[in-house]
């Protein structure tokens, strides 16, 4: 190794913050020299999307080292935080785990070490700190082995220490009973002064005894499947039990994870005062100091108030499909007077899913036809900080509510994404929110495996299911070349051929004789060739992408100009979920995703867990695959379509080369997708996500800078679900210039 690699920076940021015992002493004993970086406020200006501040503030820590000359940065992945109490998880959030790569982009020639940390099951169980000592820095496996046995004993000796102070001081608070401050958030958040305006010592030169919430015993199992909110909800539940223990929370705007959390820690804390504080680079210190003061009044003369419980009882089900009414009466599940509505993002799919599920002789009601006024309604209720899918589930959930009939239950299905995305929380919020409101006779249904599918076969759901879903995926694709081919009335004669063929047949499905004729009909639409017009694909957020009023405006500019957007289908996203499931369990087989060796190992290993979910994820991935590539050609006869069949190892392999694939979400297929865009046969790229949409992000600031190197116009848009301001209006007439430009100079 050079004289220059013998010194490793390690940015003031983030993960430091907790790992940093680690990170030191590892590099130390491999002889090399360890700077820790500053943080050079100018950093945040390098940025490529709207990051929180601690993100902002990682950026001005690589920037310090890389001014001070510091040629190798060690800034790793840190995808869950060790487990040793039985969380439900341990993830760290999405921008946290991303950060690696989207430095990387904002400073491009820096080299950024990152390697994934998995810490679930210990630190001692990860050896990618080891590998990456011998494989990037040139050490002996054993010389990098011994380094971080001493690194592993160093971390867990000051997370002792941590935990014997914190013993220490709730002691001395309880037996005292003077009112103690809990200070709860993130480490790189709460306790930083460059990120938290040094709250604790504000409170500390007031003579308040502060506890930082990392420092706590465990109190109760985190229900949630990050590891900092796990922390904080410990600290609610301990000051719960402590009429003199009160709860300080640090976070940062536009933190769609503490949005959620904020929800379960303000329905725990009932009538117990608290104090939230949100701080980014702007906020001033003075206003930070009068609510603290203000805060420290409040509990001085705080006095306990218990609350009765209400009584009220949820309406509910069990794995028996069972329904448990509010007044507890017990019904099943197709009983006429339970009634189940699905949450609406696109005409066609809210359709589709509508039909399918009433092929499985489910009672629904009709389809919730998206509109604003359940945004309004469910922002009414919401705090504005969720990402924008969220208050509109929540409005469509009270409008289905609002217009029950006598008797009637309410059954309102909600999909369980998974961590690190908070889709993850949807379930878990709207459950709370029934229950603080006491909405009667009103559940959330979310069939899965922990629940056996509440008696639905897995199977079935994808054969009534799946084909629909992928015609409406062709729908809306070929709604939007018509929109540019065809004649004024084109969608509307495309929209009467769903009526006519889909959901008047619904109930029995579609014979290969309804799918020929409903194919000559689609293409009896007087249209052009559109393989000649200048094509936009449109990826990012699936509740967003495939509804023209998040871009009020927008389709008609494009339009107008001869200029096809091209929605990705809701089939990709599903094809790259089960795909991705299929790729970790492979991945500890060494073992392609995709491949006859790994199907024929899951064969071998069927009663094994891993094998057996690789086996079920492997039929549904082929099953849609089927469907997909089918309907495809059968439909290409309409002349309308110009989307390929879905390439998912392509696309996970085309992302893996920006971003780390263990990220789990939809930064994948949308880096993936606009990687690709360019050998599809697109001329640009639109990338839609919602406020506050953290994968969004992580996406705008992979994909803004490649489009610049590579030379593909690229338009990232965050929809607050409102009008489209001017300002983005004028950067739409850009991007369509420089779409067209792209397509003269491919031909």
């Known amino acids: 190794m050079s004289a220059s690699h013998r010194r490793i920076g390690i940015p003031r940021a983030l993960t430091a913050h907790s790992l940093y015992p680690l990170y030191s002493t590892f590099f130390s004993r491999l002889g090399m020299e360890v700077v820790l970086s500053g943080v050079d406020a100018a950093?945040?200006?390098?940025?490529?999307?709207?990051?929180?501040?601690?993100?902002?503030?990682?950026?001005?820590?690589?920037?310090?080292?890389?001014k001070g000359g510091t040629e190798l940065i060690f800034l790793p992945q840190v995808s869950r935080m060790p487990n040793p109490r039985g969380e439900r998880d341990s993830y760290l959030c999405p921008l946290a785990q991303a950060s690696p790569y989207v430095t990387a982009k904002a400073f491009p020639g820096a080299k950024i070490l990152s390697p994934v940390l998995d810490f679930a099951e210990g630190y001692e169980a990860s050896a990618a700190m080891i590998d990456l000592a011998e494989s990037q820095l040139g050490f002996a496996r054993e010389e990098a082995q011994h380094a971080y046995r001493q690194a592993v004993s160093a971390q867990l000796e000051a997370e002792e220490a941590m935990l014997a102070l914190g013993r220490g001081a709730v002691k001395d608070a309880l037996a005292d009973g003077k009112p103690t401050i809990l200070l709860v958030g993130r480490s790189y958040n709460a306790f930083p002064p460059e990120a938290s305006q040094s709250v604790a010592r504000k409170l500390a030169s007031m003579g308040v005894r502060v506890i930082p919430g990392d420092c706590l015993p465990q109190e109760r199992t985190g229900q949630t499947a990050w590891h900092y909110p796990n922390v904080i909800l410990n600290a609610v539940a301990l000051a719960k039990r402590h009429d003199n223990l009160f709860v300080l929370y640090v976070s940062n705007?536009?933190?769609?994870i503490?949005?959620?959390?904020?929800?379960?820690?303000?329905?725990?804390?009932?009538?117990?005062?608290?104090?939230?504080?949100?701080?980014?680079?702007?906020?001033?210190?003075?206003?930070?100091?009068?609510?603290?003061?203000?805060?420290?009044?409040?509990?001085?003369?705080?006095?306990?108030?218990?609350?009765?419980e209400s009584g009220f009882q949820p309406a509910g089900i069990g794995p028996d499909a069972v329904v448990t009414t509010s007044d507890g009466q017990r019904i099943p599940l197709n009983d006429p007077r339970v009634?189940?509505?699905?949450?609406?993002?696109?005409?066609?799919?809210?359709?589709?899913?509508?039909?399918?599920?009433?092929?499985?002789?489910?009672?629904?009601?009709?389809?919730?036809?998206?509109?604003?006024?359940?945004?309004?309604?469910?922002?009414q209720h919401a705090s504005g900080r969720e990402c924008l899918p969220l208050p509109i589930c929540l409005g469509q959930m009270l409008e289905a509510h609002n217009g029950r009939k006598p008797g009637e239950v309410v059954v309102f299905y909600m999909f369980a994404g998974g961590a690190p995305c908070v889709v993850d929380c949807y379930v878990e919020y709207l459950r709370q929110f029934i229950r603080d409101h006491q909405l009667k006779d009103l559940f959330i249904f979310d069939p899965r495996g922990g629940n056996e599918l509440y008696g639905l076969s897995l199977a079935r759901i994808g054969q009534m299911v799946v084909p629909l879903i992928t015609l409406a995926?062709?729908?809306?694709?070929?709604?939007?070349?018509?929109?540019?081919?065809?004649?004024?009335?084109?969608?509307?004669?495309?929209?009467?051929?769903?009526?006519?063929?889909?959901?008047?047949?619904?109930?029995?499905?579609?014979?290969?004789?309804?799918?020929?004729?409903?194919?000559?009909?689609?293409?009896?639409?007087?249209?052009?060739?559109?393989?000649?017009?200048?094509?936009?694909?449109?990826?990012?957020?699936?509740?967003?992408?495939?509804?023209?009023?998040?871009?009020?405006?927008?389709?008609?500019?494009?339009?107008?100009?001869?200029?096809?957007?091209?929605?990705?289908?809701?089939?990709?996203?599903?094809?790259?979920?089960?795909?991705?499931?299929?790729?970790?369990?492979?991945?500890?087989?060494?073992?392609?995703p995709d491949s006859a060796r790994a199907v024929a190992l899951a064969f071998a290993r069927f009663y094994q867990p891993k094998g057996k979910d690789y086996l079920s994820n492997w039929a549904r991935y082929r099953w849609m695959k089927f469907y997909d590539r089918r309907y495809r050609e059968l439909f290409g006869r309409t002349g309308l379509l110009l989307g390929g069949t879905h390439d998912v190892p392509r696309l996970y392999d085309q992302a893996s080369r920006h971003l780390s694939t263990t990220i789990v979400g939809e930064a994948i297929p949308t880096v993936g997708k606009g990687v690709g865009a360019g050998q599809e046969g697109y001329d640009g790229i639109i990338a839609i996500g919602p406020f506050n949409c953290l994968p969004f992000r992580i996406s705008e600031a992979i994909l803004k800078p490649y489009g610049l190197q590579k030379g593909m116009p690229v338009l990232t848009y965050e929809s607050d679900g409102f009008s489209v301001r001017p300002a983005f209006l004028r950067q739409v007439d850009v991007h369509v210039q420089q779409v067209l430009a792209n397509r003269l100079s491919r031909r």
Request: with cysteine; hydrophobic share 45%; charged share 20%.
């Open 473 to 592: 995926d062709l729908f809306v694709e070929m709604e939007q070349a018509l929109r540019v081919v065809g004649q004024a009335d084109g969608p509307e004669r495309l929209k009467a051929c769903w009526e006519r063929h889909i959901v008047r047949e619904g109930s029995t499905g579609l014979t290969n004789h309804d799918l020929a004729a409903l194919i000559d009909d689609i293409a009896s639409i007087p249209h052009t060739d559109p393989v000649a017009r200048a094509r936009v694909v449109v990826t990012g957020d699936f509740f967003l992408r495939f509804n023209p009023c998040f871009m009020e405006g927008v389709h008609e500019k494009y339009a107008r100009n001869g200029i096809i957007l091209v929605p990705v289908g809701l089939n990709e996203l599903v094809l790259y979920s089960l795909y991705s499931s299929m790729a970790d369990n492979a991945r500890d087989w060494n073992l392609p």
């Open 258 to 308: 503490d949005a959620f959390t904020h929800s379960f820690f303000v329905s725990e804390m009932g009538a117990k005062p608290y104090l939230m504080l949100e701080i980014d680079a702007h906020t001033a210190d003075a206003g930070i100091q009068t609510r603290l003061e203000a805060f420290w009044d409040i509990l001085r003369n705080y006095r306990p108030q218990h609350v009765s």
């Open 339 to 379: 009634r189940i509505r699905f949450p609406s993002f696109s005409h066609y799919h809210s359709q589709a899913v509508t039909l399918g599920a009433r092929r499985l002789g489910l009672n629904v009601g009709p389809a919730l036809e998206l509109s604003r006024a359940q945004l309004e309604r469910g922002l």
């Open 253 to 256: 705007f536009s933190c769609t």
């Open 43 to 66: 950093g945040a200006m390098k940025a490529n999307s709207g990051f929180c501040y601690p993100v902002q503030i990682a950026h001005g820590a690589v920037m310090d080292l890389i």
